[in-house]
């Protein structure tokens, strides 16, 4: 059978991924696996109709598809979301995909990877296709023969499903969305900035005007050190490459090729409080926004909105897109900013509007006055720990300033060095051998956990 694999990275063939596609090529070689360069020839696609129209020809003439991708900030490239925009702006290149089985193939280093899977099978789901699963490798799986094997098994499954013609069922439902015109009638320059300085990053498009007066509206409602910025201004001339050119000394390979590293420098870097938004595009928000986020790889893994005050106005149907909530939160959370709201145009009026836009500034200006950051969650403290054994280990001679990050802020925190800890786990351990002992602490064992709490509480008042 012949299968059009879609290579998600800019590398082309030099690529983990396509290294795991090779060698699927040389085991099942009764199948045909043609691999289509989509990222490294984002720019040619988008420019040429005739390119985009020989790729869908390809997928039209295909038995299945294989999406096979690196995850950059758990999501694919900005140049692989650039190809699936144009997809759904024809009905043709549609209808290319409908019906046709498909799978995914990423590698990555596991980092919040089930966000970048969500996606693309939400994508199937919403192209009619039959979906017959995703295998996520780390990057170094294909040195591993265990894991190899487990390829293996995966591609076998999914030819043998589309031979079968097994049923696949949709885990994803259409999305629709209906937003009100959101006419502002905020009042002008109300809340006072004070010292503190406020970018408004936007992608607002000529046919956006939600997303324009979202954006303008919580502008002219702050007085002070305002600055708006559309992303389409920005010369910005590539996506993210994946070269790796930045994992020295955060260096990026484009710095003097196009404007984005000295705009994030002056504008972003120095801002205290950032309003992010964007306009939902198939499952996310636009490849102009996955651009401008891809980019931000050449600070490497440091938390680069450290300190910062973030709220993010959506324009779309957030409320049914879960995945992409939960990718806003990781982004927030991973990047070190306090994430303050997410307000979007799903509302009944533009006066309900207005409110939550008010509300947003009011709250932005308060937490970065009081110095309020939100603890961290699961997604950058999970991160930190996978990262951290990544930039000691194997990862150190390649991501030196990420090492030097990690090394001057104490995140390299093992082995532990809690020395009551160890002694206590020492006297207490062989003790729960005993049955009676045993007994006796776990009986008491809600009692100690709260114990120094109860101190403290008691303390207050004295």
């Not at 024809?90 to 290319?96: G, L, Q, R, T």
């Not at 590293?261 to 964007?278: H, M, Q, R, T, Y």
């Not at 001679?397 to 030097?404: E, I, P």
Request: charged share 25%; net charge positive; proline share 4%.
């Amino acid at each position: 059978m012949k299968i059009a694999v879609l290579n998600g990275s800019p590398k082309g063939l030099k690529s983990i991924t396509m290294q795991s596609v090779q060698f699927i090529k040389k085991e099942f070689a009764q199948h045909e696996l043609e691999i289509i360069n989509i990222s490294q020839k984002a720019n040619k696609i988008k420019k040429d109709p005739e390119t985009l129209n020989n790729i869908i020809e390809k997928i039209k003439a295909a038995d299945a598809v294989l999406w096979a991708t690196p995850v950059y900030y758990f999501l694919v490239p900005s140049q692989y979301k650039t190809f699936i925009e144009l997809i759904f702006q024809e009905d043709k290149n549609i209808n290319a995909f409908r019906d046709k089985y498909t799978a995914v193939l990423t590698t990555s280093v596991h980092l919040l990877d089930h966000i970048a899977h969500n996606y693309l099978n939400a994508i199937c789901d919403d192209l009619s296709m039959k979906f017959l699963g995703s295998f996520s490798a780390d990057m170094h799986d294909f040195l591993d023969d265990k894991e190899r094997q487990r390829l293996l098994l995966f591609m076998q499954s999914f030819f043998n499903g589309i031979e079968k013609k097994l049923p696949t069922a949709k885990k994803h439902g259409p999305i629709d969305h209906k937003a009100i015109e959101y006419k502002p009638s905020m009042p002008d320059g109300r809340i006072d900035m004070g010292r503190h300085k406020c970018v408004i990053l936007n992608d607002a498009e000529e046919n956006q005007s939600n997303l324009f007066n979202m954006a303008n509206a919580v502008a002219n409602h702050l007085k002070g050190d305002v600055e708006v910025i559309n992303l389409y201004d920005i010369d910005i001339k590539t996506g993210c490459q994946g070269c790796y050119h930045c994992a020295y000394d955060n260096t990026c390979r484009f710095e003097k090729e196009d404007e984005f590293v000295g705009v994030f420098n002056s504008k972003i870097e120095p801002a205290d409080i950032l309003l992010f938004c964007g306009t939902i595009k198939d499952r996310y928000l636009s490849s102009r926004w996955k651009l401008f986020i891809d980019r931000t790889f050449f600070k490497q893994h440091v938390p680069y909105l450290s300190g910062k005050q973030l709220g993010f106005l959506i324009s779309g149907p957030l409320k049914k897109n879960p995945n992409l909530r939960q990718a806003l939160e990781a982004y927030s959370d991973l990047m070190g900013a306090n994430l303050v709201d997410i307000i979007t145009d799903e509302n009944e009026s533009s006066e309900a509007m207005d409110a939550l836009l008010s509300s947003l500034a009011q709250r932005l200006i308060d937490f970065a006055e009081k110095g309020y950051y939100q603890p961290r969650y699961f997604y950058s403290i999970g991160a930190m720990k996978i990262m951290r054994d990544l930039f000691w280990g194997k990862y150190r001679f390649l991501c030196q300033a990420d090492h030097k990050f990690y090394k001057n802020n104490g995140i390299y925190d093992f082995p532990q060095k809690n020395y009551k800890d160890r002694m206590l786990n020492n006297i207490v351990i062989p003790l729960t051998r005993i049955p009676s002992v045993r007994k006796k602490l776990y009986n008491s064992v809600q009692e100690e956990m709260i114990k120094p709490y109860a101190k403290i509480l008691n303390k207050i008042g004295e």
